[in-house]
């Protein structure tokens, strides 16, 4: 997801290089800490004063970040884990209806996940059930959850960053 934000980015006329660079410390920050509510005034500083994103795109951008646009803890994590889990209790992953089904529960239960550390976890407490699936297999990855975790926060933070940052011209130019 972090290569798919520098191609928006990229995309869009923003060079990805220079915008890691100016994040850097934010991404660092969200990694050890695993907390994307914890970055919010972090995330508002770098967007408002090295990417030159006016505040009230900053500030919406890092706090819906942090609520409802966690694409690596609410999005992609319990997804994961059910297409993993799925084939141990004969269900086919691949079945387009079965992963209709993932995409919409996935997509609801997403807007209800904290931005603090193992806030994924919970959400794959949510995901599991609704799809039939056991949610005693999650214990196995609890161990290393908190290494998973960091990196699914770093990525939240991003999303939101990036959002902030491909949101600002757009809004600019429509003033």
Known sequence: MFAVHGILLGINGVSPLKYFRKVWPVLTFAFTSRSSAASIPLNVEAQTRRLGVPESIAS??????????????????PAMLAVMVAPTVGINPLDPMWIATLVGIVTVSSAGVAGVGGGATFAALIVLPAMGLPVTLVALLISVEPLIDMGRTALNVSGSMTAGTLTSPVAEANR
């Not at 919406?60 to 994590?77: D, E, H, R, V, W």
């Open 60 to 77: 919406f951008a890092a706090s819906f970040g942090a609520t409802i646009g966690q694409n690596g803890c609410a999005g992609l994590y």
